[in-house]
């Protein structure tokens, strides 16, 4: 079974510029999850879908970033206008079941952002 | 509100000895813990959760954890580590939310 796939790996842009990153799932798993780790802190959750719809978006910074699942399947993460402090991986998740924050998330390798 | 603090953001053991990383939470619902591992430019992996039922939780690699509602933990355990137990590790907590502790870096010392 292939894992959750993510790219680019790395990526360098200047503040103010955009970035986008993209997520392929696990194939069938109902819900995906967009996490971002700061250099020695935990993931901390930014956007929960399940399917296509977002189930839990509270602590995505909207004024700048922007999330969307076309099919309920592969999803993007975009950041618009970067900041510094947006220095970070970026790592996607997906769960089998359309069971809330209870399942097991499997993740992908994680996209590294560097905005100088 | 969830919540997990993990205790020691470094710990070193030596090879063959006892693996012991704490975890304590808050929760005002009935919680369910992970402990996942993240090794060096990977994503993380599940090592054991706990949701219902049986408190001592057997996991992968030989980890185990107990939940302890009286003591508000979910302290990790290994009995004997091995080199290639050495990554960060994270405590999890789910209710109506999902919180990752700040991590527990593991060295192992030959």
């Known amino acids: 079974e292939a894992g959750v796939a993510q790219s680019p790996r790395y990526k360098i842009i200047e503040k103010r510029q955009s970035v986008a990153f993209w997520c392929n799932p696990i194939?069938?798993?109902?819900?995906l999850y967009w996490y971002q780790q700061i250099l020695g802190q935990g993931p901390k959750l930014l956007i929960q879908?399940?399917?296509?719809?977002?189930?839990?978006d509270s602590q995505l910074p909207k004024d700048r970033f922007s999330a969307e699942r076309l099919k309920g399947v592969d999803s993007t993460l975009k950041i618009q206008p970067a900041k510094l402090e947006d220095s970070a991986v970026y790592l996607c998740?997906?769960?089998?079941?359309?069971?809330?924050?209870?399942?097991?998330?499997?993740f992908g390798p994680g996209t590294r952002l560097t905005v100088l | 509100a969830q919540s997990v603090t993990q205790l020691g953001s470094h710990v070193s053991v030596s090879e063959g000895a006892l693996v012991l990383l704490r975890c304590n939470y808050s929760s005002s619902v009935p919680p369910y813990l992970f402990w996942y591992v993240q090794y060096p430019n990977q994503g993380l992996q599940l090592l054991l959760k706990?949701?219902?039922?049986?408190?001592l939780v057997k996991g992968i690699n030989g980890f185990e954890a107990e939940f302890k509602k009286s003591e508000t933990s979910f302290h990790l355990t290994k009995p004997s580590a091995h080199m290639s137990d050495a990554a960060e590790y994270f405590c999890a907590v789910s209710g109506n939310q999902f919180y990752f502790g700040t991590g527990t870096s593991l060295t192992v010392i030959p």
């Open positions: 706990y949701t219902t039922g049986a408190t």
């Open positions: 194939s069938g798993h109902a819900t």
């Open positions: 879908f399940q399917n296509n719809g977002v189930v839990d």
């Open positions: 998740a997906s769960s089998p079941r359309l069971a809330g924050f209870t399942d097991t998330q499997y």
